[in-house]
Protein backbone atom coordinates (compact mmCIF):
# COMPACT_ATOMS: atom_id res chain seq x y z
CA UNK A 1 0.00 0.00 0.00
CA UNK A 2 1.49 3.35 -0.94
CA UNK A 3 1.53 5.86 1.48
CA UNK A 4 2.27 9.66 1.98
CA UNK A 5 5.19 11.46 3.46
CA UNK A 6 2.38 12.80 5.95
CA UNK A 7 0.55 9.85 6.47
CA UNK A 8 4.14 7.91 7.75
CA UNK A 9 5.78 10.89 9.73
CA UNK A 10 2.67 12.34 11.24
CA UNK A 11 -0.85 10.38 10.93
CA UNK A 12 0.79 7.11 12.10
CA UNK A 13 3.07 8.70 14.78
CA UNK A 14 -0.19 10.51 16.26
CA UNK A 15 -2.16 7.23 16.08
CA UNK A 16 -0.25 3.77 16.62
CA UNK A 17 -3.01 1.96 17.20
CA UNK A 18 -4.56 2.47 13.43
CA UNK A 19 -3.93 -1.01 11.63
CA UNK A 20 -3.30 -0.99 7.79
CA UNK A 21 -6.15 -3.94 7.68
CA UNK A 22 -8.79 -1.53 8.82
CA UNK A 23 -7.62 1.00 6.07
CA UNK A 24 -8.01 -1.66 3.55
CA UNK A 25 -11.40 -3.02 4.75
CA UNK A 26 -12.41 0.30 4.71
CA UNK A 27 -11.08 0.58 1.49
CA UNK A 28 -12.67 -2.20 -0.02
CA UNK A 29 -15.99 -1.53 1.28
CA UNK A 30 -16.80 2.22 2.34
CA UNK A 31 -20.47 2.99 3.45
CA UNK A 32 -19.61 6.45 1.92
CA UNK A 33 -17.24 8.40 -0.03
CA UNK A 34 -16.57 11.71 -0.94
CA UNK A 35 -14.29 13.28 -3.58
CA UNK A 36 -12.83 16.69 -1.76
CA UNK A 37 -11.97 19.93 -4.19
CA UNK A 38 -8.45 19.08 -3.92
CA UNK A 39 -8.64 15.78 -5.78
CA UNK A 40 -8.53 13.40 -3.14
CA UNK A 41 -11.15 10.88 -1.82
CA UNK A 42 -12.84 10.69 0.95
CA UNK A 43 -13.81 6.88 2.31
CA UNK A 44 -15.74 5.78 5.47
CA UNK A 45 -16.15 2.77 7.18
CA UNK A 46 -16.84 1.13 10.67
CA UNK A 47 -14.24 -0.73 12.34
CA UNK A 48 -15.93 -3.65 14.78
CA UNK A 49 -12.78 -3.23 17.11
CA UNK A 50 -12.79 0.14 16.84
CA UNK A 51 -16.04 0.77 17.45
CA UNK A 52 -16.24 3.88 15.41
CA UNK A 53 -16.22 5.01 11.75
CA UNK A 54 -12.71 5.40 10.19
CA UNK A 55 -12.21 8.09 7.75
CA UNK A 56 -9.76 7.29 4.86
CA UNK A 57 -8.34 9.71 2.50
CA UNK A 58 -6.46 9.00 -0.33
CA UNK A 59 -4.80 10.84 -2.97
CA UNK A 60 -6.29 11.91 -6.63
CA UNK A 61 -4.38 8.96 -7.71
CA UNK A 62 -6.74 6.71 -6.10
CA UNK A 63 -4.23 4.35 -4.47
CA UNK A 64 -1.92 6.82 -1.73
CA UNK A 65 -3.16 7.03 1.40
CA UNK A 66 -3.04 10.32 2.81
CA UNK A 67 -5.01 10.25 5.88
CA UNK A 68 -6.65 7.97 8.47
CA UNK A 69 -8.53 9.17 11.81
CA UNK A 70 -11.78 7.48 14.03
CA UNK A 71 -14.27 10.23 12.87
CA UNK A 72 -16.04 11.60 15.54
CA UNK A 73 -18.41 13.66 13.15
CA UNK A 74 -19.39 11.14 10.99
CA UNK A 75 -23.29 10.46 10.53
CA UNK A 76 -24.01 7.46 8.50
CA UNK B 1 4.01 23.23 20.73
CA UNK B 2 5.51 22.04 17.22
CA UNK B 3 4.45 23.41 13.91
CA UNK B 4 5.49 21.04 11.40
CA UNK B 5 4.15 21.52 7.42
CA UNK B 6 4.83 19.00 5.18
CA UNK B 7 5.17 20.63 2.01
CA UNK B 8 4.74 18.14 -0.95
CA UNK B 9 1.47 17.21 0.72
CA UNK B 10 0.75 20.67 1.53
CA UNK B 11 -0.41 19.64 5.02
CA UNK B 12 0.32 21.68 8.53
CA UNK B 13 0.03 19.88 11.35
CA UNK B 14 0.14 22.13 15.11
CA UNK B 15 1.18 19.62 17.94
CA UNK B 16 -0.39 21.59 20.69
CA UNK B 17 0.79 19.00 22.99
CA UNK B 18 1.95 15.35 22.61
CA UNK B 19 0.02 12.61 22.94
CA UNK B 20 -2.33 9.84 21.15
CA UNK B 21 -5.07 11.05 19.09
CA UNK B 22 -8.23 8.69 19.68
CA UNK B 23 -10.55 10.41 17.61
CA UNK B 24 -10.82 13.65 15.55
CA UNK B 25 -13.27 15.61 14.28
CA UNK B 26 -13.30 18.31 11.02
CA UNK B 27 -14.41 21.62 12.42
CA UNK B 28 -14.29 23.31 8.99
CA UNK B 29 -13.49 22.50 5.25
CA UNK B 30 -10.07 20.77 5.53
CA UNK B 31 -9.39 21.85 9.54
CA UNK B 32 -9.28 18.66 11.74
CA UNK B 33 -9.09 18.50 15.64
CA UNK B 34 -7.27 15.55 17.60
CA UNK B 35 -8.40 14.52 20.50
CA UNK B 36 -6.66 12.24 23.25
CA UNK B 37 -8.08 9.92 25.32
CA UNK B 38 -9.25 12.58 27.83
CA UNK B 39 -11.14 14.74 25.51
CA UNK B 40 -8.40 17.24 25.34
CA UNK B 41 -8.24 19.18 22.00
CA UNK B 42 -4.07 17.83 20.94
CA UNK B 43 -3.55 19.05 17.32
CA UNK B 44 -4.48 20.96 14.69
CA UNK B 45 -4.90 19.69 11.23
CA UNK B 46 -4.31 21.99 8.24
CA UNK B 47 -5.06 20.76 4.94
CA UNK B 48 -4.15 22.51 1.49
CA UNK B 49 -2.30 24.78 4.31
CA UNK B 50 -0.40 27.02 1.56
CA UNK B 51 -3.95 27.99 0.03
CA UNK B 52 -5.35 29.25 3.81
CA UNK B 53 -2.49 30.66 5.48
CA UNK B 54 0.43 32.84 4.88
CA UNK B 55 3.21 29.94 5.58
CA UNK B 56 5.40 32.49 5.28
CA UNK B 57 4.83 34.28 8.67
CA UNK B 58 4.67 33.55 11.87
CA UNK B 59 4.51 35.95 15.07
CA UNK B 60 5.07 35.13 18.42
CA UNK B 61 3.81 37.15 21.15
CA UNK B 62 4.30 37.50 24.36
CA UNK B 63 4.68 33.73 24.40
CA UNK B 64 6.80 32.48 28.00
CA UNK B 65 9.56 30.96 25.76
CA UNK B 66 12.24 28.57 26.84
CA UNK B 67 12.99 27.69 23.66
CA UNK B 68 12.22 28.35 20.16
CA UNK B 69 13.46 26.49 17.90
CA UNK B 70 13.45 26.36 13.81
CA UNK B 71 14.32 23.63 11.61
CA UNK B 72 14.10 21.94 7.80
CA UNK B 73 12.92 25.30 6.79
CA UNK B 74 10.87 24.69 3.62
CA UNK B 75 12.43 27.46 0.80
CA UNK B 76 9.77 30.63 0.92
CA UNK B 77 7.89 31.47 -2.32
CA UNK B 78 5.17 33.96 -3.06
CA UNK B 79 2.08 32.86 -2.10
CA UNK B 80 -1.42 34.52 -3.62
CA UNK B 81 -2.83 33.95 -0.15
CA UNK B 82 -5.02 36.92 1.11
CA UNK B 83 -2.83 38.71 3.99
CA UNK B 84 -3.76 41.12 6.59
CA UNK B 85 -0.14 42.32 6.42
CA UNK B 86 2.33 42.34 3.15
CA UNK B 87 4.07 38.61 2.28
CA UNK B 88 7.06 39.16 4.32
CA UNK B 89 10.60 38.73 2.60
CA UNK B 90 12.44 35.65 2.82
CA UNK B 91 15.02 37.48 4.80
CA UNK B 92 12.45 39.28 7.38
CA UNK B 93 11.13 35.64 7.74
CA UNK B 94 14.22 34.75 9.23
CA UNK B 95 15.35 37.28 11.55
CA UNK B 96 17.59 39.11 9.03
CA UNK B 97 19.13 42.18 9.38
CA UNK B 98 18.93 43.73 5.82
CA UNK B 99 19.09 47.34 7.10
CA UNK B 100 22.61 46.68 8.76
CA UNK B 101 24.81 45.36 6.54
CA UNK B 102 24.50 41.87 7.97
CA UNK B 103 22.67 40.00 4.82
CA UNK B 104 21.19 36.29 5.42
CA UNK B 105 23.55 34.10 4.78
CA UNK B 106 25.99 36.14 6.56
CA UNK B 107 23.77 35.94 9.44
CA UNK B 108 23.15 32.51 9.04
CA UNK B 109 26.62 31.31 9.22
CA UNK B 110 27.27 32.90 12.86
CA UNK B 111 24.12 31.88 14.84
CA UNK B 112 22.67 28.12 14.84
CA UNK B 113 20.20 25.85 17.01
CA UNK B 114 21.07 22.52 17.27
CA UNK B 115 18.86 20.34 19.82
CA UNK B 116 21.97 18.36 20.30
CA UNK B 117 23.92 21.35 21.88
CA UNK B 118 22.86 23.58 24.73
CA UNK B 119 19.33 22.26 24.46
CA UNK B 120 18.53 23.96 21.37
CA UNK B 121 19.46 27.53 22.51
CA UNK B 122 20.88 29.79 19.57
CA UNK B 123 24.59 29.69 19.41
CA UNK B 124 27.54 31.02 17.56
CA UNK B 125 27.81 28.50 14.99
CA UNK B 126 31.12 25.65 16.14
CA UNK B 127 30.44 26.39 19.41
CA UNK B 128 29.10 26.10 22.62
CA UNK B 129 28.41 29.67 23.14
CA UNK B 130 24.86 31.14 23.51
CA UNK B 131 23.53 34.36 22.24
CA UNK B 132 22.65 34.83 25.81
CA UNK B 133 26.10 34.18 27.04
CA UNK B 134 27.63 36.93 25.08
CA UNK B 135 24.71 39.37 25.55
CA UNK B 136 25.03 39.19 29.38
CA UNK B 137 29.06 39.17 28.79
CA UNK B 138 28.31 42.67 26.69
CA UNK B 139 25.95 43.85 29.52
CA UNK B 140 28.41 42.86 32.29
CA UNK B 141 30.48 45.65 30.32
CA UNK B 142 33.10 43.61 28.14
CA UNK B 143 33.65 44.75 24.27
CA UNK B 144 33.40 42.90 21.73
CA UNK B 145 37.15 42.87 21.48
CA UNK B 146 37.60 41.92 24.78
CA UNK B 147 34.83 38.93 24.27
CA UNK B 148 37.02 37.25 21.39
CA UNK B 149 39.91 37.65 23.81
CA UNK B 150 38.43 35.55 26.25
CA UNK B 151 36.98 33.00 24.00
CA UNK B 152 39.65 31.45 21.04
CA UNK B 153 37.72 31.39 17.90
CA UNK B 154 34.70 33.85 18.27
CA UNK B 155 35.04 36.42 15.95
CA UNK B 156 33.46 40.61 16.30
CA UNK B 157 31.32 39.20 13.21
CA UNK B 158 30.43 36.45 15.79
CA UNK B 159 29.32 39.02 18.80
CA UNK B 160 27.73 41.95 16.32
CA UNK B 161 25.68 38.42 14.99
CA UNK B 162 24.18 37.45 18.66
CA UNK B 163 22.67 41.68 18.85
CA UNK B 164 21.00 41.21 15.50
CA UNK B 165 19.84 38.21 16.11
CA UNK B 166 18.21 39.75 19.57
CA UNK B 167 17.33 42.77 18.64
CA UNK B 168 15.22 40.84 15.31
CA UNK B 169 14.41 38.31 18.36
CA UNK B 170 12.88 40.75 20.37
CA UNK B 171 11.10 42.80 17.57
CA UNK B 172 7.61 42.37 18.56
CA UNK B 173 8.37 41.87 22.43
CA UNK B 174 6.52 44.21 25.05
CA UNK B 175 7.48 44.98 28.23
CA UNK B 176 4.81 42.94 31.04
CA UNK B 177 2.70 45.44 32.32
Same mark, same amino acid.
Given at each position: ????????????????????????????????????????? &??????????????????????????????????? | ??????????????????????????????????????????????????????????????????????????????????????????? &??????????????????????????????????????????????????????????????????????????????????????
Amino acid at each position: MKTTDYFRESVLVRRPYLKMEWIEAVLRNPVRTEVQPNGRT &RYWGFIEELGKYLRVVVEADGETVHNAFPDRGFEP | MVFRYFAQSDMLYIELMPGTSIESQEVAPGVVLDFDAQDRVIGIEIEDASSVINLSELQVLSLPLASFIVVDRTPYRAQSVPSAAPALAEE &RATYCATDSGTAESEWQQHIVSDTEVMSGKPVIRGTRLTVEHILNLLADGLTPEEIVTKYGGVSVSDVRACLRFAARSLGATRVPA
